[in-house]
């Protein structure tokens, strides 16, 4: 049976290890983007213990195309730069600097089992 349930880092110990986790864009966000440590601090404990009690995580590829978007979104709206000029700023200097940030979520991915969408 597949539980749509929200859990929280005190749920932690009551999950069955063979439970399967699926890491939503939120998620990805609080892992690896630069938000304040009070909101990272959080699931990075949470990704830790899942990752050491080996439950298998899970993600698909929406998750992961809306991650790499809110990445430029966010860094676009550090600049100040305005909504229809956000394109070119993707294919700039300054935007490719936001790519870099990309290769740890494909390491977290690598870790993460795809879903595939039906």
């Known amino acids: 049976m597949v539980s ?12 069955s290890p063979d439970r399967g986790i699926f890491c939503d864009t939120n998620f990805l966000i609080f892992q690896f983007s630069d938000t304040s440590p009070e909101h990272k601090n959080p ?5 830790l213990k899942l990752m050491v009690r080996m439950n298998p995580l899970f993600t698909d590829i ?10 430029f979104v966010t860094e676009a709206n550090k600049r100040k730069i305005p909504p229809e000029q956000r394109k070119a700023f993707r294919d700039s200097n300054e ?9 740890s979520v494909h ?12």
């Open 4 to 15: 749509s349930a929200r859990l929280g880092i005190n749920d932690i110990p009551d999950i």
């Open 43 to 47: 699931y990075s404990s949470i990704f």
């Open 62 to 71: 929406i998750v992961v195309s809306e991650f790499i978007n809110r990445l």
């Open 95 to 103: 935007g490719q600097q936001t790519t870099e940030k990309i290769p």
């Open 107 to 118: 390491n977290l991915v690598g870790k993460i089992e795809k879903l595939e969408r039906r």
